[in-house]
Nanobody, 126 residues
């Protein structure tokens, strides 16, 4: 079992930056691929970014590539999402998720992720 707690969500103006954190407990953090997903009001949850256990493999949604950076600190059991040049369309609840790492590329699909946090709200005003 992995428990995930997100933090760092806030209200920010377009063009601004935020850093989200997700801290894990309950299992060996470095065994897991970590992903970030988001859900805007009235929309399906969508993939944002993911990172494998070493940090050497990353995957980004096209909509955030070049603006967002995912990273992790295994010693702190924490994964981060640095979000720059924020746009109103980045608004939503951001969730982190954990998928046991078997060596494959971090998935963009939500199905492989077994554990999810409660989410943190990000609102970008225009």
């Amino acid at each position: 079992q992995v428990q995930l707690v997100e933090s760092g969500g806030s209200l920010v103006q377009a063009g601004g930056s935020l850093r989200l954190s997700c801290t894990a407990s309950g299992s060996t953090f470095s065994n897991y691929i970590m992903g970030w997903f988001r859900q805007a009001p009235g929309k399906e949850r969508e993939f944002v970014a993911a990172i494998n256990w070493t940090g050497g493999r990353k995957n980004y949604a096209d909509s955030v590539n070049g603006r967002f950076t995912i990273s992790r600190d295994n010693a702190k059991n924490t994964v981060y999402l640095q979000m720059n040049s924020l746009k109103p369309e980045d608004t939503g609840v951001y969730y982190c998720a954990a998928d046991y790492d078997t060596g494959r590329l971090p998935s963009r699909l939500s199905a492989p992720y077994d554990y999810w946090g409660q989410g943190t709200q990000v609102t970008v005003s225009s």
